[in-house]
């Protein structure tokens, strides 16, 4: 009982400690950047050790890479949580769209995610992450929609990379200023441009 008590105390420790560690970095790269931002820093302003630092991560990268993926996680969570409710695929998708968009203008997260990210850790290990989040969302709503009817048939792996890099602009250009109700309009005129004519007919 008390080994177990011990186990949960730690995992909480941990927890708590990485917790610390990625608030205070995601503060401090988007403040400074992450080549300017130095591991000292990080340690000072969470309030723990540099030791503590090395314990959970390799480096100042692995903690960005950590950051990272918990920033895909919470949008992808955001997504499911919107769309789980939908009157049909379609649908989904349009709520799961306005839900990546308004998540990826959550506190810097664009930045965070589509800027820094592929420069510091590599297209491809960015590719990695969004494969488990953010893309597995959109693969499923799309495999969905199709296999309903709601959209026409496509080849899928073509579609997910068109629809990705078509939220990924969406994200970076309400970012640069234009103005989300104008991004969400023109993101559901092209999913309505995906639909099916019976889904047209109904929805018309």
């Given amino acids: 009982m008390q080994e177990k008590i011990k186990r949960q105390s730690n995992k909480a420790r941990t927890k708590q400690t990485k917790s610390a560690l990625k608030v205070a970095a995601r503060a401090l790269f988007l403040e400074k950047g992450f080549s300017a931002t130095g591991t000292q820093e990080i340690v ?5 050790t540099r030791g503590a630092l090395y314990h959970h991560y390799d ?7 950590d950051l990272v993926e918990d920033e895909f996680r919470a949008v992808a969570l955001q ?5 789980r409710d939908a009157n049909d695929p379609l649908e989904a998708l349009k709520q799961g769209s306005n839900a990546f968009i308004s998540a990826m203008a959550n506190n810097g997260r664009t930045k965070l995610v589509l800027v820094e990210a592929p420069a510091i850790l590599g297209r491809d290990a960015v590719r990695t992450i969004e494969d488990r989040y953010t893309r597995k ?3 499923v709503g799309l495999s969905e929609a199709m296999n309903a009817g709601c ?23 309400i970012e640069a200023g234009i ?10 005129a092209i999913l309505d441009g995906l639909a099916t004519s019976n889904e047209r007919k109904s929805s018309s």
């Fill in 59 to 65: 480096d100042k990268r692995g903690l960005f890479r």
């Fill in 44 to 48: 000072r302003n969470a309030n723990v």
């Fill in 79 to 83: 997504i499911d949580n919107s769309s």
């Fill in 151 to 173: 959209i026409s048939a496509q080849p899928l792996d073509a579609l997910i990379e068109i629809m990705n890099a078509i939220f990924d602009s969406a994200a970076l250009n």
């Fill in 179 to 188: 103005a989300s109700k104008d991004i969400i309009s023109v993101v559901h």
């Fill in 137 to 139: 969302t959109l693969r």
